[in-house]
């Protein structure tokens, strides 16, 4: 599930609690979490409803305008039954403080075991050590870009980085990626691939 970062930050703020969306079946439940730059969204409800019981309410608490502008969005994306999903500003991203947390020996240790582990699971191929290197050498630059360089899709290319992401190694930017600081540190103690 997507949200613009203005409805991030509107749920950042409590000014919005609610989202619509049109799918074949629910995609996320109550109890869920979605991570986003600016925070973890929690997901506190979800239920099916129709459309003629979208009220005014609804659609200012989902951060629109009226009630006819929210429906036009509805129709727009996606097919199926339509969802009113509940949700809860739960807090910053955990994966911002790791960033920002520079690995110990033990650390640097775990990161080596779990990029490993990447690694060994890809049907390609070691990857973790190139994609790291080309951040490093590249940041600020499109993925698609970068993908380019190794041959790969674009889509192919963001699924891994959001793995090394997890791990606190890189960050998204505006445009492209960078090393974070937990990242940087890791990659300049590692021998080179």
Known sequence: ????????????????????????????????????????IGIVGVDSVAMTAISETDAR????ATRAALLADIRRFGNGQVYRIQLC???????????EKLPA?????????RLARLDKASPNGPWTKTVLALIADHPAIRAADLAAQLGWETAYFKIRVRKLK???????LEVG????????????AAPRA
């Open 89 to 99: 500003f739960a807090g910053n991203d955990p994966r911002a403080s790791l960033r």
């Open 177 to 188: 990626y960078r090393l974070s600081p937990r990242g940087a540190a890791y990659v300049n």
């Open 1 to 40: 599930m997507l949200f613009k970062s203005t409805t991030v930050e509107g749920i950042r703020k409590g000014r919005i609690t609610l989202a619509f969306r049109h799918w074949p079946k629910a995609r996320v439940k109550a109890g869920g979490e979605i991570r986003t730059s600016l925070g973890v």
């Open 61 to 64: 608490k989902a951060g629109y």
């Open 166 to 172: 997890e791990l606190g190694l890189t960050e998204s």
């Open 105 to 113: 020996k033990d650390d640097k240790t775990e990161i080596s075991r």
